[in-house]
Structures are given as structure tokens and as C-alpha cells.
């Protein structure tokens, strides 16, 4: 029989979750941490483990009650730990052996499991990219906003509904204007994250990259820009097609007819950047391709390493695998030359990829009019339906403080300081959105 404290020595009866996982890096090593929330009576915390943690708080109780046949996830010992589907089936693992040690009121009592649960303390854990030093008035940064058409937005003119993306510096929401009901994708960065690893010339060219792109259909359009005093905010396009990577994870593979397609939009769009002479390898939107993140380490397991993926890259050959055809093979021999100089756009850029046989079947100018029909169209029910977006996101809480700052006050073009880490951020378009 279970022995341990009585249950009227706790205040009160958790309610646990784990909703959602993210992925870390510490120096060189990478690893997931699975997001727990706890709930007490009015209180609500959050806080992150790793499956090492989960381990070994399940050998000790093991140990101690071993009549509660207490299970799991195994550990895994080959393969692949960062591929979603195991992933998922772990997080699904561990929700069930949490939600069992609180159902017991004995086990819920281990110091253990509410030391792992900081039940003592509790209090909300946030993770950098949410809520880091936010009421700390002393790490707030008074930034130089510089000409803007709209320095009156402001977080309160939206309601943030959803997490739909995230980043290393914040995340994505979608969000709804309140005066005019329109939805948009609000990306938000803390400028103390960015400001501590010396990223704001990055997050500065990601912003005149988007006022760059002002007509191109394949790319995310920026409505405009604000700040808070510790807050960056762009609002963009929301497309609700889903990102293309969450497609390609629920399907595996595309038929080289839907690939094409996709290709020819993202060389079409790559090509208008060159055209600018902009070099970009972060986010495209459009229709059909409405996140694609430019990152070798997603989609092939071989490049888990950072020095042997640079090492393959350089000098491994290229493995054939059956199915596609003679000249998807061709582009992406091409592509993949090893000699920058011979490699396929090199000379031409844009205008020699665009001729390659692989594209025979694609007129350019139907492409960029959109006159082509897409050779799949994502299933939705609503302008904000987020149906095709990874649950990972979608099903996060959305955090309080995205829609307040520091003081609640919002920085105006008045605001000025010495190093002027992000003058010019703000921006409004002059045309036609209907926000002025």
C-alpha cells in the first residue's frame, strides 16, 4: 500500500498539460524541452523539462511505488529524436504519465513531483522569447522611431488569437484589428533578446526586406511596423494555407508535378530579391507557399551535425534516389555544384535557372499573374481558419504580454537614445490600407 503525506497537506489539486514542445540549443548541443502547465485553483504556471527529467523522476517514483506500474516513453536509441512524428508520440507519453502522478494524491505529493512541477513556488516560468524581464523597467530600451506615417499603432488596436509560428528572437500570432475586423499576422520580438546577442542590424534588413517587396505575389507583404518599448511588432500578411513544411510533414513526399510548382514560385521570388540585390534566407508567403523556411537541417536527417553537415555540403556527392526524373535531377546537380563557378546560376542568376529543362512546362508570366491553377489547394473555412498550421503552435496559449509593455506606455517619435539600435524601425505604408 502507497504510504506519504495526506492529501489535505496540499493546497490544492493540480491540473497538469503538455500541449506543446520546443526545440533548444546550448552551445552546440540540441535537444527538446516539452512544455508543462500546471493549473492550482486561480493559479496558472508553466514550466519547461527535458525527457532526462521526465526519466528521471520516473526511475525514482518506479522505485518507490512499484505496485503503480508507472510508464514512459522509452528512450530512444537509434533514429532520428528530432523527427516530429516521435516527437509527437513522446509528448503524448509524457502527458500521460504527469496526468497520472497528479490523479494520485499520494504521488502528487512527492516532493519530487512537486519540486518538478515548482508547486512550491508558484509561479509562471516563461520561456525568452514570451515574457523574459518584462515589468524590469531597468533592461527597457527608448528607441528613435525615426519618420513614420503611423506612430500611433499600438498592441490594444488588435486581439492576438493564436500562436501560429515561432522564432529565436519571438513568435507569430494571428490577430484580429479591432476597429475593422481584418485578420493579420502580428510577428513579435523582444528587443532585449535581440539587443543581448547583438541581432538588431539582422532584424533591421528583415524589416527593409519586406518594405522592399511591395508587388511580388510570392511574398509576405508588411502593412506596417511599430514598437513598445520592449517589443518589436510586424504586422504582415496572414495566409491561411498553412506553412509548406507542415504540409510536407503530414505527406512525406509531393509529386514532382505540386514540387515544380512550388519550386518555380520560390525561384520566381528568390529571383525578384536578387533583382533588389537583396540575398534572403528566411520567410517567403504566398497562396501556395505561405512559410518556407530556408533550413537544410529540417528536411534530411544527415545534416544534424553542424560540421559534417558544412563537411557533406562541401564535399560529399549528391545520392540519386528513385522517382524523380531525369531533369529534377539535372536542377538539382546543378544546384549543387560543388564549384560556385559552375554552379547553375552563376552566370545569370534567376535567367538560367528559369530556362533549365526542369521548368520547360512553366510559363513564368501565367506563374507570377497567378493564371496557373495550383495543383493543391489547402482545405479551409474561414479567413482565420488555422486549420493548416502545426498544432505544436496553434494549440500554445497565447501570452498576456503581447498585447502590453513596459509601463503600458508605447514609444513615440519623440523618444530618442544614444546608440539608436533601431531608428527607423516603425513604418506605415502611404497607400491603401485602411488602418490610417
Known amino acids: 500500500m502507497l504510504t506519504g503525506p495526506k492529501m489535505e497537506d496540499q493546497p490544492s489539486f493540480p491540473n497538469v498539460s503538455i500541449p506543446c514542445h520546443n526545440e533548444q540549443r546550448d552551445k552546440k548541443k540540441r535537444y527538446t524541452v516539452y512544455k508543462v502547465i500546471v493549473n492550482v485553483g486561480q493559479q496558472e504556471w508553466f514550466v519547461?523539462?527535458?525527457?532526462?527529467?521526465?526519466?528521471?523522476?520516473?526511475?525514482?517514483?518506479?522505485?518507490?511505488?512499484?505496485?503503480?506500474?508507472?510508464?514512459?516513453?522509452?528512450?530512444?536509441?537509434?533514429?532520428?529524436?528530432?523527427?516530429?512524428?516521435?516527437?509527437?508520440?513522446?509528448?503524448?507519453?509524457?502527458?500521460?504519465?504527469?496526468?497520472?502522478?497528479?490523479?494520485?494524491?499520494?504521488?502528487?505529493?512527492?516532493?519530487d513531483v512537486r519540486a518538478f512541477l515548482l508547486m512550491e513556488k508558484g509561479e509562471q516560468i516563461s520561456d525568452a522569447s514570451e515574457d523574459e524581464d518584462e515589468k524590469n523597467n531597468s533592461t527597457s530600451r527608448n528607441i528613435n522611431l525615426g519618420p513614420s506615417a503611423n506612430p500611433q499603432a499600438k498592441p490594444t488596436d488588435f486581439d492576438f488569437l493564436k500562436v501560429i509560428?515561432?522564432?529565436?528572437?519571438?513568435?507569430?500570432?494571428?490577430?484580429?484589428?479591432?476597429?475593422?475586423?481584418?485578420?493579420?499576422?502580428?510577428?513579435?520580438?523582444?528587443?532585449?533578446?535581440?539587443?543581448?546577442?547583438?541581432e538588431q542590424k539582422h532584424i533591421m534588413a528583415e524589416r527593409n526586406v519586406l518594405l522592399k517587396n511591395v508587388k511580388h505575389p510570392f511574398l509576405v507583404g508588411l502593412h506596417y511596423s511599430f514598437q513598445t518599448k520592449d517589443k518589436l511588432y510586424f504586422v504582415l500578411d496572414?495566409?491561411?494555407?498553412?506553412?509548406?513544411?507542415?504540409?510536407?510533414?503530414?505527406?512525406?513526399?509531393?509529386?514532382?508535378?505540386?514540387?515544380?510548382?512550388?519550386?518555380?514560385?520560390?525561384?520566381?521570388?528568390?529571383?525578384?530579391?536578387?533583382?533588389?540585390?537583396?540575398?534572403?534566407?528566411?520567410?517567403?508567403?504566398?497562396k501556395n507557399i505561405p512559410i518556407f523556411y530556408f533550413d537544410i537541417s529540417k528536411n534530411n536527417s544527415d545534416f544534424r551535425d553542424t560540421h559534417e553537415m558544412y563537411d557533406n555540403i562541401l564535399h560529399k556527392p549528391l545520392t540519386r534516389r528513385p522517382g524523380a526524373s531525369n531533369t529534377a535531377w539535372s536542377l538539382l546537380d546543378g544546384l549543387l555544384e560543388k564549384d560556385g563557378k559552375r554552379r547553375l546560376g552563376y552566370r545569370e542568376d534567376f535567367i538560367e535557372i528559369r530556362r533549365h529543362s526542369f521548368f520547360s512546362s512553366i510559363n513564368w508570366d501565367d506563374l507570377e499573374q497567378k493564371k496557373i491553377p495550383p495543383p493543391f489547394t489547402p482545405l479551409v473555412s474561414s479567413v482565420s481558419d488555422i486549420s493548416n498550421f502545426d498544432p505544436e503552435f496553434t494549440e500554445e496559449m497565447v501570452p498576456n504580454s503581447v498585447c502590453w509593455s513596459q509601463e503600458q506606455s508605447i514609444v513615440n517619435a519623440s523618444v530618442m537614445e544614444a546608440d539608436d539600435a533601431f531608428v527607423g524601425f516603425s513604418y506605415a505604408p502611404p497607400s491603401d490600407d485602411s488602418f490610417l
Open 48 to 111: 519547461f523539462r527535458r525527457y532526462a527529467e521526465f526519466d528521471k523522476l520516473f526511475n525514482t517514483l518506479r522505485k518507490q511505488f512499484p505496485s503503480m506500474n508507472l510508464k514512459i516513453p522509452a528512450k530512444r536509441i537509434f533514429g532520428d529524436n528530432f523527427d516530429p512524428e516521435f516527437i509527437k508520440q513522446r509528448r503524448a507519453g509524457l502527458h500521460e504519465f504527469i496526468k497520472k502522478l497528479v490523479s494520485h494524491p499520494q504521488l502528487c505529493n512527492h516532493p
Open 165 to 198: 509560428g515561432k522564432g529565436s528572437f519571438g513568435k507569430v500570432f494571428l490577430a484580429k484589428r479591432k476597429h475593422d475586423g481584418k485578420f493579420y499576422a502580428i510577428k513579435i520580438l523582444q528587443k532585449k533578446i535581440i539587443l543581448n546577442r547583438k
Open 238 to 286: 496572414f495566409i491561411n494555407g498553412g506553412e509548406l513544411f507542415f504540409h510536407l510533414q503530414r505527406e512525406r513526399t509531393f509529386p514532382e508535378p505540386r514540387a515544380k510548382f512550388y519550386i518555380a514560385e520560390m525561384a520566381s521570388a528568390l529571383g525578384y530579391l536578387h533583382s533588389l540585390t537583396i540575398v534572403y534566407r528566411y520567410h517567403m508567403l504566398s
